[in-house]
Nanobody, 125 residues
Framework: QVQLVESGGGLVQAGGSMRLSCLVS????????MGWFRQAPGKERKLVAA???????VYQDSVKGRFMLSRDNAQNTVYLQMNSLKPEDTAVYYC???????????????????WGQGTQVTVSS
């Protein structure tokens, strides 16, 4: 059974940095496409960034140049480095895995099969 566990969320001041981690167990992580999504209160869950099994990435326009997504296949972990954080980045952040098409950049929720429980990120102004 594939499990995803996020960590690294919390409270940070605007302009600060934070790194989220997502540890994947129970599957072949190196073949998975991975994504980070976020959901603010009262809003839809949306893609923040995605990465293929080979390391190609795509980012939501609002985080380009501030966030960086990377993966460590030896550690079965994907990282989301978030810099220059803004209050509008406040949300629950979810890690997701696509075991079927890891060579593609997947941007839609329905394209991901496995999800973590989410971690809260709060950016104070």
């Amino acid at each position: 059974q594939v499990q995803l566990v996020e960590s690294g969320g919390g409270l940070v001041q605007a302009g600060g940095s934070m790194r989220l981690s997502c540890l994947v167990s129970g599957g072949t992580f190196s073949s998975y496409g991975m994504g980070w999504f976020r959901q603010a209160p009262g809003k839809e869950r949306k893609l923040v960034a995605a990465i293929t099994r080979s390391g190609s990435t795509v980012y939501q326009d609002s985080v380009k140049g501030r966030f960086m997504l990377s993966r460590d296949n030896a550690q079965n972990t994907v990282y989301l480095q978030m810099n220059s954080l803004k209050p509008e980045d406040t949300a629950v952040y979810y890690c997701a895995a696509d075991p079927s098409f890891g060579h593609l950049l997947r941007v839609a929720l329905r394209e991901y099969e496995y999800w973590g429980q989410g971690t809260q990120v709060t950016v104070s102004s």
